[in-house]
């Protein structure tokens, strides 16, 4: 049984959601070691007694369990499969996790060649933003195998609440690109609406309390659209990442001929946003474009 005595957590990529994640591993007494290609990143882990490790083969080398949550899928690729990666200085026996949102297709490629060297691999993407990571109570999707998924289940409670096996290698991340394609539509309606409420000259706070309770209720209404009424558009969750997301799901729902015109969309809209220097932005700043086009049409 892996617990916090007999165990040692490796996490790679500790930045918005990564850090608050790898701090409920260290409130749960772990001994966690961290890399970061930018390691100032890691200091408030550091002051709180994670350990610096200088490269990713390091951390393989010594952790029991490596938890990765890094920004594009050329980063896990590199991170798991490169000359100098985790399955290649990882102890048969461990336990890999890619938290990352990524491609299914590179998820069953790192699930058969960890499973040739006698590693167990889940790839667990996630959902909740900072929020979440902050609260413990991240969405988290996994695939793998079901006795490994069973084994990990006490790691992985002290990051989510909402976590549920989806089914073999891959299943996770394709989870997780249903999850975006929901969110794309969703987070057009919800700019839209609190553009609407502006331009009526409404209180958009008002409009709030009234629609995100009702059949129009989502995460997105209740979380972001307070941060778009307010002028916050730091990013919970980058621009640029979704974008990355919404692109994996676009090329997998083509080579299942799948239409997803609402997808489609919202990615031109937020690769507009990139364009205007936006993509270090929270999705919420989708607002400001609507705004935009909304005041340039009167």
Request: hydrophobic share 40%; glycine share 10%; aromatic share 6%.
């Amino acid at each position: 049984m892996l617990t916090a005595q007999n165990s040692t957590i490796g996490f790679i990529g500790t930045g918005v959601m990564g850090k608050s994640m790898a701090t409920h591993l260290l409130h749960a007494g772990y001994t966690v070691l961290v890399y970061n290609r930018t390691r100032t990143r890691t200091k408030e882990l550091l002051e709180n007694g994670a350990i610096w490790k200088d490269t990713v083969a390091e951390i393989a080398s010594e952790a029991h369990i490596i938890i990765t949550m890094v920004g594009y899928p050329q980063d896990v690729e590199e991170i798991y499969l490169g000359e100098k990666g985790i399955l290649n200085h990882a102890k048969a026996g461990t336990y890999v996790i890619d938290m990352t949102t990524s491609s299914p297709i590179l998820a069953r490629q790192i699930f058969e060649v960890a499973c040739g060297k006698g590693i167990h691999a889940l790839d667990a993407p996630v959902s909740g933003g900072d929020i979440g990571a902050k609260k413990g109570t991240l969405a988290i999707m996994v695939g793998g195998e079901k006795q490994d998924f069973d084994t990990i289940m006490p790691v992985l409670e002290l990051m989510g609440t909402n976590i549920v096996y989806q089914g073999t290698a891959g299943a996770g991340q394709h989870t997780k690109m249903c999850n975006q394609i929901a969110i794309a539509s969703n987070m057009i309606g919800v700019c839209e609406a609190m553009v609407y409420a502006k331009q009526a000259g409404l209180d958009p706070k008002t409009v709030l309390k009234s629609i995100e309770t009702g059949a129009a209720g989502s995460w997105s209404l209740s979380n972001l659209a307070p941060r778009m009424i307010n002028g916050d558009f730091e990013p919970g969750f980058y621009i640029k990442h979704f974008i990355k997301d919404m692109r994996i799901a676009l090329e997998s729902a083509e080579k299942m001929g799948l239409a997803t015109p609402g997808l489609q969309l919202a990615k031109s809209l937020y690769d507009q946003l990139a364009e205007k220097g936006a993509e270090n932005n929270g999705t919420q700043a989708l607002y400001k474009l609507l705004d935009q086009q909304t005041l340039q049409t009167i």
